[in-house]
């Protein structure tokens, strides 16, 4: 074990994925996995469009029905399981894109995956963590253009534990800045934790908890994670999120760096995490999954010379499959993708997009990109305002709600109304007044004009009651207040 790991308080504490293990092992078996790929019949159109109803009843989907949609190959049965994913997505959410910053706080790390800008060896990326009076800044620097919702990214080491993320969530949460500038909802994507420490984190009021796998493969897991590193260890990470839960976490969200291994292993691997989850705890699954693709980092060679990085038509598939898998689950497609990649995916199902994004540590206040700071480069570096634009001049309303939250819609709640495709009852109303309120407060003035035109015309197709709570919560933004939600 690496010297630096011996005093952390990230300890492995692997007796506290044992109720979990089924005799000794865990949920992924990467045999069986490849098995239902390579035995998936050829598609026919009427199975394939049996398991499109499955799906557009919201119910998800089992292993061997996601492994015949992979399989798919004709353009035009692709094209109706693309159609289908869209449906699905605006059926359980609506016609609307909810919207977050990253932060990153700290990248200073003990682990040294192969992948990664900011592996230990790296000597070429600039280490800090954010001390209080620089968050600070980093936060205003945020909410002064309109953010509302935020990831904070912790690298893995002792100078960012639980109790300084703890203390960092709090410190995000203290900012005020008039008329409406504040952070309401911050989730955090960081090592995983042992049940106490989540607790923790839960008495702070986190959102959502993202663990990323990077791969479900076992053998690639080692390969690119060195053993004597706390990411190393394949349990201790895979369980992280069944932890989570367990603590009282549970809003969890899942996540696979496409590019490590074959696209099609990591989307049954996604598949049966969720799975895995549900069966644990009640039909409590992920609250989002995400989907990242290899970027490229500095000092960091890697990334070029995986046999397994997923071109744009393999990424399409990827999402789509996963939106019809999964039917009531959050997608996340980052600001990682170029504008270009982002307009084509969007029709997909996706429902949460970054705008404004820098991934440099302590690089919002000043308003720099500085490769040196980065984890990996960014594809869509368009402005919050721009991004919010660009989606309502595509129909979308941008969302910045976090009222499911403040009001405990979430974990077993939040999914048994999205399950039966009532949440988008509650969300839209509030996507409404969140989007009202940042284009009066941050939006340019084209922004505005934009923004005010598609909501008077999603407006006009809404029935009555409906359209008189949308009115009413509206006219309350217009005289002044803030933080209008249901």
Not at 364 to 393: A, C, H, M
Request: net charge neutral; aromatic share 10%; hydrophobic share 35%.
């Amino acid at each position: 074990m690496d010297e630096t790991l011996r005093d952390s308080s990230l300890k492995i504490r692997m007796e506290e994925n044992t109720p979990y293990l089924k005799g000794g092992r865990d949920f992924i078996d990467d045999e069986k996995i490849w098995s239902q790929i390579n035995g998936a019949p050829e598609p026919e159109r009427k199975r394939v469009e049996e398991i499109l109803e499955k799906s557009l009843s919201l119910q998800r989907l089992d292993p061997t029905e996601t492994a015949t949609l992979i399989k798919v190959t004709d353009p035009d049965l692709f094209g109706e399981m693309k159609r289908a994913a869209l449906k699905v997505k605006e059926k359980v959410y609506g016609h609307r894109i909810v919207t977050f910053a990253p932060l990153y706080v700290s990248n200073l790390c003990v682990n040294n995956c192969v992948y990664c800008g900011y592996r230990r060896e790296n000597g070429s990326i600039d280490r800090h963590t954010l001390t209080d009076e620089e968050l600070v800044r980093e936060i205003e620097a945020l909410v002064e253009k309109g953010h509302k919702r935020l990831v904070m990214v912790y690298g893995e080491h002792p100078s960012s534990d639980v109790r300084y993320i703890a203390h960092t969530i709090e410190k995000a949460y203290s900012v005020k800045r008039p008329p409406s500038g504040e952070i309401r909802r911050a989730n955090v994507n960081a090592a995983p934790l042992g049940v106490e420490d989540y607790r923790l984190l839960k008495r702070v009021g986190i959102g959502t908890y993202q663990i990323f796998q990077e791969t479900y493969h076992h053998e690639t897991y080692s390969k690119v994670h060195p053993k004597g590193t706390l990411k190393g260890n394949y349990q201790w990470r895979l369980y992280g999120l069944h932890r989570a839960q367990e603590a009282g976490v549970d809003d969890v969200a899942p996540g696979v760096l496409f590019g490590l291994y074959d696209w099609r292993f990591e989307v049954m691997g996604l598949l049966y995490h969720t799975i895995d989850l549900e069966e644990h705890f009640g039909g409590v699954g992920p609250h989002t999954l995400s989907f990242p693709r290899l970027e490229p980092a500095i000092s960091t060679p890697f990334v070029s010379q995986s046999p397994y990085l997923v071109s744009d038509d393999q990424f399409e598939r990827v999402i789509t499959v996963l939106r019809l898998s999964v039917p009531y689950t959050g997608m996340i497609l980052t600001a990682r993708e170029s504008p270009k990649v982002r307009e084509r995916m969007l029709s997909l199902g996706i429902t949460q997009l970054d705008f404004g994004s820098n991934i440099g540590v302590g690089s919002y206040s000043p308003n720099v990109r500085d490769p040196r700071k980065e984890q990996f480069t960014l594809g869509d570096n368009r402005t919050l305002d721009e991004g919010i634009r660009w989606l309502s001049d595509q129909g979308f309303i941008t969302s910045f709600c976090t009222a499911d939250y403040r009001c405990g819609r979430t974990g077993n709640c939040f999914m048994r109304i999205a399950k039966k495709g009532n949440i988008h009852s509650l969300c839209i109303p509030n996507a409404f007044s969140t989007f009202s309120e940042y284009l009066r407060d941050y939006g340019s003035p084209e922004t505005r004009k934009s923004g005010e035109a598609l909501m008077a015309q999603a407006l006009q197709g809404m029935d009555k009651e409906s359209r008189s709570l949308i009115d009413g919560m509206l006219e309350r933004i217009e005289k002044g207040e803030r933080d209008v939600y249901i």
